[in-house]
């Protein structure tokens, strides 16, 4: 089983659509934006480097919640057809409690930005 089909969160939920590199303490993925989403994008683009930080740092049988957002912003609308890349860094982990900056660009251009908080589901 791929860790996108173990989500919880699936379609019309699951915002990470692709991974593209993966390292120790970096994601990079693909958020596909259509016109026949129903949700807002920036609420998805928000929950798609949620689940890119899952995926990092959680192993398929496991999720995290997220536990907080702080200074995220959405800097250029997401539009029907936008193909945005997501990059998410580990900055720190506080023994469950692991914190991310993530960065979001469609074309080269920035469309969104911040740091949030992921913890681990209690063993």
């Known amino acids: 089983m791929s860790w996108l089909s173990s989500l919880p969160h699936q ?12 390292g120790e303490k970096s994601i990079e993925g693909v958020f596909l934006w259509t016109a026949n989403e129903t949700m807002p994008a920036e609420l998805m ?11 990092l740092v959680f192993e398929s049988e496991r999720h995290g919640f997220i536990t907080g957002i702080d200074a995220c912003e959405v800097t250029r609308p997401v539009m029907a057809g936008d193909r945005v890349i997501v990059h998410i860094t580990l900055e720190a982990d506080f023994g469950g ?3 991310f900056h993530g960065t979001a660009s469609a074309d080269g251009v920035e469309v969104g930005r911040g740091r949030f908080y992921l913890a681990a589901p209690e063993p």
């Open 97 to 99: 409690i692991f914190r």
């Open 11 to 22: 379609i019309p939920f699951r915002a990470a659509s692709a991974v593209l590199e993966r």
């Open 45 to 55: 683009l928000v929950e798609a480097m949620a689940q890119f930080a899952g995926g």
